[in-house]
T-cell receptor, first 115, second 106 residues
Framework: NAGVTQTPKFQVLKTGQSMTLQCAQD?????MSWYRQDPGMGLRLIHY???????DQGEVPNGYNVSRSTTEDFPLRLLSAAPSQTSVYFC??????????????FGQGTRLTVV | DAKTTQPNSMESNEEEPVHLPCNHS???????IHWYRQLPSQGPEYVIH???SNVNNRMASLAIAEDRKSSTLILHRATLRDAAVYYC???????FGTGTSLTVIP
């Protein structure tokens, strides 16, 4: 199994550009989520989904959109990139409807720089 | 949400046991205790989780205090590959703090 796959691994954007970070999992997990990690900080939850067609906001949702049309994919869209969105982005998935009480799987991250 | 407190950093000699503490004095009765670790330039990796009883798996052991206000992750024999940031997580929203940075000395 590939687990959780994130693409691209690295990206440089100019301020105001838009882009989509891709996340795919092949474990048939219902729960998927996006985190960002700033230098020297822990991970902060951006958005999450408990199943296809269902999404909700996390701790820091502003500037990001998500959708979940299939069980496998959970893309994260930056509508108008800002330097404050420079960060490492992680996608996670787990069985059940949340990360609680189970093993979560994380992707390897997308390192985004906004100039 | 439940909050955890961990030391910022710890050191251990290679091949010795490591005890990583976590304080979660506001944990609710139904909150699980999870531990993840993050190696440099990688995504977090699941280590172990538990609710009330001590837990063992191939990576580590989790010792949970009787009042559940604290727990300890035990690495039985530290290796250089165990050098990472270890996160203790409780509560409903699965928030990561800054964790404990473990240095393993050869």
């Amino acid at each position: 199994n590939a687990g959780v796959t994130q693409t691209p691994k690295f990206q440089v954007l100019k301020t105001g550009q838009s882009m989509t970070l891709q996340c795919a999992q092949d474990m048939n997990h219902e729960y998927m989520s996006w985190y960002r990690q700033d230098p020297g900080m822990g991970l902060r939850l951006i958005h999450y989904s408990v199943g296809a067609g269902i999404t909700d906001q996390g701790e820091v949702p502003n500037g990001y959109n998500v959708s979940r049309s299939t069980t496998e994919d959970f893309p994260l869209r930056l509508l108008s990139a800002a330097p404050s969105q420079t960060s490492v982005y992680f996608c996670a998935s787990s069985t059940g409807r949340r990360l609680i009480g189970t093993e979560a799987f994380f992707g390897q991250g997308t390192r985004l720089t906004v100039v | 949400d439940a909050k955890t407190t961990q030391p910022n950093s710890m050191e251990s000699n290679e091949e010795e046991p490591v005890h990583l503490p976590c304080n979660h004095s506001t944990i609710s009765g139904t909150d699980y205790i999870h531990w993840y670790r993050q190696l440099p330039s990688q995504g977090p990796e699941y280590v172990i989780h538990g609710l009330t009883s001590n837990v063992n798996n191939r990576m580590a052991s989790l010792a949970i205090a009787e009042d559940r206000k604290s727990s300890t992750l035990i690495l039985h024999r530290a290796t250089l590959r165990d050098a990472a940031v270890y996160y203790c997580i409780t509560g409903n929203q699965f928030y990561f703090g800054t964790g404990t940075s473990l240095t393993v000395i050869p």
